[in-house]
């Protein structure tokens, strides 16, 4: 394989060819903020968080994409970078519920004194984004910024869908689509600042081709599509993730060995999940793996209570 | 397969090789995550061929589905292997350096041209040919199957059909080309290799070769019985020749699983005494004189299981399990210590350790390694050995190494259970996304997508029935019948009716189908059933 | 693919619609489907077959968009992406008849938002530019199941002339016998008696740069593209949307077969064996000329073996960027894509691909004709041949103007008889230009002078404005027009052009908040990932620096 040598922030660093420059990057432990990049997915370069300054490039790159060329000369954390960087989250966090993102992302928009306040205080939710034509807005008076805040989709037993937290970061839509699942529940619907993940027509998921298989909350990193479990202990401040366990272990509903992490809170399963490193899975489940531990759940002296009773128990308790 | 009970391939070689045939496996519901990896394969450019009575969800992402009739497979591949040879694509190296029989084979697949098989398999001949030259001309190709194959009174012929194939072309042995059989459970695959299976002891070792077994015994320091057992058909005809009198069934449902499942409840009635010891009150524990309650493996336990890859992997203890429930080691154990034994309490470490000493397949896989590792492909001989990603490169080796590759020529046999004037429509079985086996797990949880339990009717045979969708019907074979609901179903064709395995309690499939099975595996003819469909109340 | 499809059936004439555009994907023969990759390969049908649908019932009702994805084995939930990306496509129920208004910078100012209450048959709507500022105010009717059909209310337009619209109002544009007697086609001739490869060499030799904005060397991207390996695609970008443009419209209607003259030479020396033309969907009387032409110099035997597709916009500015305009033509949202890698190695269908706007390509028969030395000689060294600029606003004698490059700005105010009322700015390049004052009149038009002075020909808009004019409405009607306009994938540009109109509101009562817009411009212009974001501030920065708000 042939090798490339590049410098990054005074660095010099030889890698494989093809790979991206965020891939150069975390090879001499350079971290870089990702939203809309996991290593299991195409990369579709829409958050823009990832940018980094190339020599002789107008613009600014998205590391998590573009391809490293020999002598590239690449700076992640020069003034240019830095401002991109914090208006870009400021954007986000202006329009979206950011509350739900991880500690990192967290730890990068601290870094870069992100305000997103400056555009005014949010505008009230709505309720008819997804009913919004292409080209065609409600009129701006600019007192408030919009945001895309709006009811929660609750259709069914497994999953919701919080939009409100929605980054359109295109991950479930991938992991849905060719990237993984192939089914094609949801796409990204509508245009510009109205441009939404959505069913055909907007139909719930259950009428719609959802296989609730549960790779698209696997991706999501904000928080907007989540186990309809933990949704609703969320909701009766029951979840508490510094008393849960994750334990890897081997799905049992067919011969194909993925890979379960099963989490864990006062000995009831609250979330299972797929290690994104594992050959077999890389992070993906069926419905059954992803849903059909409840019947562990209902035996014993807990038969049919239901989890959040046991869990406020459990909570008394201890 | 040559030896040794896996699937050669691993599920990463699907992804970039040239040709795949999913034969009898409706992957998409049953191995969901298998078929992430087949769909990657597609995206990179491979051809698709799906040979399945039904177009099912994996047979609408093919680049031919062959909807072939139920029971019909060996007619199939052997005319392909004629086409093969007759228009000189056979490798012809492959075949002189790695196998035997070919001559023997040659013969025996003469007997299939094009229009007989057609003749039998309800497939164009124009059809069969192509698919016979896409996988000869293939740069690697491989043959995935599940229970379609296995599920019939001829499931080893069946499988033995794919095998030569493969072993005409050179399709195993090497990256990218393989022979795929999908395991429906997590540890089917790890049952057989740990010698849960009549013949064989642990790493498939003949229980009747003196020299194995005797090593063995010295490990175990005790003697083995030099005669293979019996498989599960042959318990359930021993039962009822009086023959087998006790019974101790771990994670078994025989008594809704079987085929002709009131023959083999008849068959565990007639025992003297009978252990259940499940993580359920099944239906067999109902009949159960004593049932020891289990652990769940997966959730509950530690222990190892092992994929259809050959990939061995941990499962752990993430939950206490209720009440009295133990894990199967421990109840193991604790029996043993009843006995006099003398094992204690061995952790589940433990007793993986002995097993690599017995095994040469698991030498290598210490627990440190497989957690490292995310799992290893057996064979693993020693501890720096990574595994094998594909097994029988020995075959390409020149000359072979070790005993070469019998082909074992056979001949189509029609389904036992025959279609007649009374009995017209041919009924076979599958699994819905959302099930599991006779559902007693996957009815746990509250799926948006189920079905349920019908009985499933192409459009033509709806409308000549007269039959709407959701209305209730009897569904009669020889040897029982059940009333559900009908579905129509386009993936289905005249004549052909499908019911899923998972709704027992509401429609118990089992009360249909035959019991015929294999000889050689012991598998019954799930398959094929011959039912005839009546609006309920007439 | 084993796609779930709605439960709703199509209306009898949706299923005739349908049937006449998309063959079955898949064929049967018994027990046997042959499909898979073959059938999956129909998704470019996608977009022509919802816009059938609109055309025919006026809107895309779920069981036409499902009887569509079923056909074409599209998930229904990715056709209803799309089908909700354009604005001239609707998947709610509305009247046959529906008036798209233009509400924008140029009709706005001349009794264009007086049209909006006008009583009308149907439904009234807003929409952005229609490209016809030279005949202000317009509007474009979609008609289910009949024509659709612009209505102009000003006076017919100049059109000064130089080689390039000749033929523009001399000749028969239904005519291919009257174009050829006025010197058409004989560049195709001359191109193949000198061969493919001369053909690039004049190009480059003419220094000819692409007029759609980034002015990249033509005859570059050629030479690129012929040294890929086949298949390769030519595309000629149609899709004129820049508010205040016009010029590719008059050419397309009054010489339309020049275009396809040209087309046909370019897919020659770049070896392209099909080539689309991407004609902008509210530009009816252009698609059906174009439609035309092509189908007479086809049957005159003119094409040879090239294959040409007139492929229709359906409302989105976007498309007319060109990766964006490629996913569009192969049935996926238009949503630009990160470069590289560039359309000449990886385009249209992921294969090599040539795309020039149409004033681009209508150089070529010159070049050819008269060598690419001569074609050179004219205009500057950097900046050869004509130019085609669109005058529009507070001028006297609106219309499109063909000039050498090099000639100042104040030159063409002139051609076009001078300033009506007292000039208070210039719109140079059009919505993604810039407000330029009297002090650029001296400048001369070319590539090197306007990157010299910060703006940009652009799309070569020339629009003025009086002292008379609101220009807060003008700037915000600007800011409205990208956010309703950006495709929404990236950030910078889906949620900072709704900063940046906010903040443009907010001005209409106190200052505007200048670092805000700076920051966020800058933002736009290094993190976008297209030219759309990169540019959609910049006349909110200009108008601010000149005072206009």
Redesign the interface.
């Known amino acids: 394989m042939t090798e490339v040598a590049l410098v990054i922030d005074g660095v010099d660093v030889v890698v494989n060819e093809g790979v991206t420059l965020l891939d150069a990057c975390r090879s001499i432990a350079k971290q870089q903020p990702t939203l809309c990049y996991l290593e299991t997915l195409a990369p579709v370069?829409?958050?823009?968080?990832c940018?980094v300054e190339v020599e002789g490039s107008r613009?600014?790159v998205?590391s998590c994409?573009?391809?490293v060329e020999g002598g590239m000369v690449v700076q992640t954390d020069s003034e240019?970078v830095r401002?991109?960087r914090r208006?870009?989250f400021e954007?986000?966090a202006?329009?979206v519920n950011l509350a739900l993102v991880d500690h990192p992302t967290r730890e990068w928009m601290e870094s870069y004194n992100v305000d997103p306040a400056?555009?005014?205080p949010p505008a009230a939710p709505t309720s008819d984004r997804d009913?919004r034509?292409?080209?065609?807005?409600g009129e701006?008076?600019?007192?408030a910024?919009?945001t895309v805040h709006q009811p929660i989709k609750v259709d069914?037993?497994?999953y919701v869908r919080d939009y409100s937290r929605c980054?359109?970061c295109y991950k479930c839509v991938e992991a849905c689509?060719?990237d993984?699942?192939?089914?094609?529940?949801?796409?990204?619907?509508?245009?510009?600042?109205?441009?939404r993940i959505?069913?055909?027509?907007d139909?719930t998921?259950?009428?719609?081709?959802?296989?609730?298989?549960g790779n698209c909350i696997g991706v999501c990193p904000t928080g907007a599509l989540m186990f309809r479990s933990e949704h609703e202990l969320r909701q009766a401040d029951l979840w508490e993730e510094d008393r849960q366990?994750v334990?890897?272990?081997?799905?049992?509903?067919?011969?194909?060995?993925?890979?379960?992490e099963?989490h864990?809170q006062d000995?009831?399963?609250v979330k299972v999940t797929s290690p994104q490193?594992?050959?077999?899975?890389?992070g993906?489940?069926?419905?059954?793996?992803r849903?059909?531990?409840?019947?562990?759940?209902?035996?014993?002296?807990?038969a049919s209570t239901p989890v959040d009773v046991v869990l406020r128990r459990a909570r008394s308790d201890s | 397969m040559f030896g040794a009970g896996g699937g050669t391939s691993s599920y990463e070689e699907i992804e970039t090789t040239s040709v795949i045939f999913l034969w009898g496996s409706n992957a998409r519901a049953a191995h969901p995550i298998f078929f992430h990896h087949l769909l990657r394969g597609l995206h990179n450019g491979a051809r698709l061929y799906v040979v399945d009575p039904r177009r099912s969800e994996s047979a609408r992402w093919a680049d031919m589905w062959m909807g072939i009739d139920v029971g019909s497979d060996i007619a199939l591949a052997n005319a392909m292997a004629n086409v093969i040879i007759e228009r000189g694509l056979a490798n012809h190296d492959f075949v002189n350096n790695a196998t035997t029989g070919f001559e023997a084979y040659a013969k025996t697949v003469a007997g299939y041209p094009l229009e007989r098989a057609a003749e039998i398999t309800g497939i164009p001949g124009d059809a069969i040919e192509q698919a016979a030259i896409a996988y000869a001309t293939a740069a690697t190709a491989q043959i995935v199957w599940t229970l379609g194959i296995t599920e019939h009174h001829n499931a080893t012929d069946n499988v033995l059909a794919l095998t030569n194939l493969a072993l005409l072309t050179g399709h195993v042995g090497r990256y990218g080309s393989g022979l795929v059989p999908l395991r429906g459970q997590n540890n089917v695959q790890g049952g057989g290799d740990m010698g849960a299976i009549p013949n064989k002891l642990p790493g498939f070792q003949d229980v009747e070769d003196p020299v194995l077994r005797g090593r063995v015994e010295e490990i175990w320091g005790r003697p083995i019985p030099p005669e293979k057992g019996w498989h599960l058909t042959q318990m359930f005809e021993a039962c009822h020749a009086k023959m087998l009198r006790g019974l101790y069934v771990i994670g078994e449902n025989p008594a809704d699983s079987e085929a002709d499942s009131t023959h083999a409840r008849e068959g565990l009635a007639s025992l003297d005494f009978m252990v259940v010891e499940d993580i359920f009150m099944t239906s067999t524990a109902e009949m159960a004189d004593v049932v020891l309650p289990a652990a769940a493996d997966w959730a509950e336990s530690e222990g190892t299981v092992t994929s259809s890859e050959r990939r061995v992997q941990r499962v752990r203890k993430a939950l206490d399990p209720p009440g009295e429930a133990k894990t199967d080691l421990e109840i193991i154990s604790r029996l043993a210590e009843a006995m006099g034994a003398g094992w204690g309490l061995p952790t589940a470490e433990e007793v993986w350790d002995e097993l690599r000493r017995v095994s040469p397949l698991h030498t290598g896989m210490s627990y440190r390694r497989l957690d490292e590792l995310g799992g290893i492909q057996w064979p693993c001989y020693d501890e720096n050995h990574p595994g094998e990603k594909f097994i029988h490169h020995r075959l390409w080796k020149v000359p072979v190494e070790g005993p070469p590759a019998p082909f074992f020529p056979v001949e189509w046999v029609a389904p036992v259970d025959r279609l007649t004037d009374k009995f017209p429509l041919r009924m076979t079985t599958g699994r819905h996304l959302d099930g599991f086996n006779t559902g007693v797990q996957s009815g746990g949880f509250d799926s948006p997508i189920r079905v349920g339990g019908t009985i499933d009717l192409s459009p033509e045979d709806a409308e000549r029935l007269a039959i709407a969708p959701g209305e209730m019907v009897q569904v009669i074979s020889r040897r029982g019948q059940v009333e559900v609901p009908a579905r129509i179903d386009s993936s289905l064709r005249e004549g052909l009716v499908f019911m899923a395995v998972h709704y027992s309690e509401t429609a118990d499939v089992n009360r249909l189908t035959i019991e015929a099975w294999d000889p050689k595996s012991g598998t019954a003819e799930f398959k094929a059933t011959a039912v005839r469909v009546e609006k309920a109340g007439v | 693919m084993d796609l779930r499809f709605m439960a709703d059936e199509p209306s009898a004439v949706e299923r005739a619609v349908i049937a006449r555009l998309i063959d079955p994907v898949e064929s049967r023969n018994g027990q046997v489907v042959r499909g898979g990759h073959a059938a999956r390969g129909h998704r470019h049908l996608l977009l022509p077959a919802l816009a059938a649908v609109q055309s025919e019932l006026g809107w895309v009702s779920r069981g036409a968009l499902n009887e569509i994805c079923r056909r074409l084995l599209v998930p229904p939930a990715e056709a209803y992406g799309v089908a909700s990306f354009y604005a001239l496509i609707s998947t709610d129920p509305r009247p046959a008849e529906v008036t798209h208004v233009c509400d924008d910078i140029a009709c706005r100012q001349v009794g264009g938002l007086d049209l909006l209450s006008q009583p009308s048959g149907g439904e009234v709507v807003t929409t952005p530019c229609l490209g016809q500022c030279d005949r202000r105010p317009a509007m474009f009717v979609q008609r289910a199941g009949g024509q659709d059909e612009v209505l102009v209310s000003g006076p017919p337009a100049t059109v000064h002339a130089g080689p390039l619209l000749r033929r523009v109002g001399k000749v028969d544009p239904s005519s291919l016998a009257d174009f050829r007697k006025q010197g058409g086609f004989e560049g195709l001739r001359r191109a193949q008696d000198i061969g493919a490869e001369a053909v690039v060499a004049e190009v480059k030799k003419a220094a000819l740069k692409g007029r759609g904005g980034a002015a990249f060397p033509t005859g570059v991207k050629w030479e690129a593209v012929a040294n890929e390996p086949a298949p390769r695609y030519l595309v000629c970008n149609a899709d004129e949307s820049e508010p205040g443009t016009f010029k590719d419209r008059v050419v397309m209607e009054g010489d339309p077969f020049a275009v396809i003259e040209a087309i046909t030479i370019a897919a020659f020396a770049t070896g392209c064996e099909k080539a689309y033309i991407y004609v902008r969907g509210e530009y009816p009387l252009a698609t059906s000329r174009i439609t035309a032409a092509m189908a007479a110099s086809r049957e005159a035997g003119l094409l040879g073996e090239l294959e040409i597709e007139v492929f229709r916009g359906q409302g989105a500015y976007i498309c007319g960027e060109e990766t964006a305009l490629f996913n569009s033509i192969e049935g996926f949202r238009g949503e630009p894509r990160q470069k590289p890698p560039f359309p000449a190695q990886a385009g249209l269908f992921g294969r090599p691909t040539v795309i020039n706007n149409v004033e681009t390509l209508i150089n070529i028969p010159e070049i050819v004709l008269g060598g690419g030395d001569a074609y050179a000689s004219v205009g500057t060294p950097d900046s050869t041949g004509t130019r085609l600029f669109c005058l529009s606003g507070d001028l006297a004698r609106p219309g499109t103007y063909e000039i050498e490059m090099g000639r100042t700005l104040g030159d063409l105010v002139e051609l076009a008889g001078g300033f009506a009322g007292e000039p208070k700015a210039i719109l140079l390049g059009g919505a993604a230009g810039f407000f330029v004052s009297s002090d650029y009149l001296s400048m001369p038009l070319t590539f090197e002078d306007a990157r010299a002075r910060g703006v940009t020909l652009g799309s070569g808009v020339v629009m003025a404005f009086n002292h008379d004019r609101d220009m807060h409405d003008i700037v915000r009607r600007v800011a409205r027009f990208f956010r309703d306009e950006s495709c929404g994938q990236c950030v910078p540009c889906r949620v900072g052009t709704v900063r940046i109109e906010e903040a443009v509101a907010r001005a209409r009562s106190a200052p505007i908040d200048r670092p805000l817009i700076a920051d966020l411009d800058r933002a736009m212009k290094d993190a976008s990932i297209c030219g759309l974001g990169h540019t959609a501030a910049s006349v909110v920065q200009s108008a601010m620096a000149m005072g206009l708000i």
């Open positions: 370069n829409v958050c823009r968080v940018v613009t600014l998205p994409s573009r391809k240019r401002h991109s208006v870009v954007m986000l202006s329009s400056r555009f005014g009913q034509h292409a080209g065609h807005h701006v008076v600019g007192g910024a919009e069914n037993s497994l980054i359109l689509g060719d993984a699942q192939n089914t094609f529940a949801i796409a990204v619907a509508g245009r510009g600042f109205d441009a959505s069913t055909e027509f139909v998921l259950p009428e719609g081709a959802c296989v609730f298989c366990s334990t890897r272990t081997v799905c049992s509903f067919c011969g194909v060995g993925c890979n379960l099963l864990v000995n009831r399963i490193d594992h050959s077999v899975t890389e993906h489940l069926c419905i059954k793996g849903f059909g531990y409840e019947y562990v759940q209902e035996l014993g002296d807990l």
